[in-house]
């Protein structure tokens, strides 16, 4: 079975300081990753994704996530936070083997910029 | 920006009321999804569908029930609805490339079932 851990449900941090999400998978065969943002009121909206084409991943908004097969991450980056990235940031998981595209989601990261 | 819809995005209502929560996409899509969100707690798919005519349950067993009768309507239903279903309920589509292909998410159905 697949899924995934996001570590630490809430991460604060200074405007212009490093953003760092912290997300592990568990995964029988070669996963594929995803990150995806969901601001307040809204739905969940894409930020980038691993397809096994390279290993650093850039995305939406100045955000990057690297996947290392050999620590099970996909951490997810930003090296200057903003004020609008403000979020709750989800990280998700799913199998190349089918199974409909269904996504295994984390419980989520919620960050907050601070002045 | 994606072209997917819910309605309403707001509702309360009372124990034992009938609700259908519309979820409408105009990308063509053929799979469609309904998940449950909880603060804190992951995204569970509740619903899938691959297409016209088919519905399966997800991995989180859920009282609702789903049609798809054409492509780009997916509603959800609760017979009667009971304060443990309040929820929010996310409607999504994908993008027909396969275990690639990313979820175009809607705006969510927040419901309050007093």
């Given at each position: 079975a697949q899924s995934v851990t996001q570590l630490g449900s809430h991460v604060s941090v200074s405007e212009g300081a490093l953003v760092l999400l912290r997300c592990n998978y568990s995964s029988s065969v070669p996963p594929y990753l995803f990150w995806y943002v969901q601001y307040p009121n809204q739905g969940l909206q894409l930020l980038l994704k691993y397809t096994s084409?390279?290993?650093?991943?850039?995305g939406i908004n100045g955000f990057e996530a690297e996947f290392k097969k050999s620590e099970t991450s996909f951490h997810l980056t930003k090296p200057s936070a903003h004020m609008s990235d403000a979020a709750e940031y989800f990280c998700a998981v799913r199998n190349g083997g089918g199974g409909g595209n269904k996504l295994t989601f984390g419980t989520g990261t919620q960050l907050k910029v601070e002045l | 920006e994606a072209d997917i819809y819910q309605t309403?995005?707001?509702?309360?209502?009372?124990?034992?009321?009938?609700?259908?929560?519309?979820?409408?996409?105009?990308?063509?899509?053929?799979?469609?999804?309904?998940y449950q969100q909880d603060p804190g707690m992951e995204l569970h798919l509740i619903h899938y569908s691959y297409g016209v005519n088919s519905t399966e349950k997800g991995d989180l067993s859920s009282e609702s029930t789903v049609?798809?009768?054409?492509?780009?309507?997916?509603?959800l239903t609760l017979e009667s609805a009971r304060p443990s279903h309040t929820s929010q309920y996310l409607c999504a589509s994908s993008s027909p490339v396969g275990p690639t292909g990313e979820l175009f998410f809607g705006e969510g159905s927040r419901l309050t079932v007093l």
């Open positions: 084409a390279a290993t650093l991943v850039k | 309403p995005r707001y509702l309360v209502i009372g124990t034992g009321k009938k609700i259908t929560l519309e979820c409408s996409q105009t990308m063509g899509h053929d799979k469609m999804y309904w049609s798809r009768i054409r492509t780009e309507h997916f509603p």
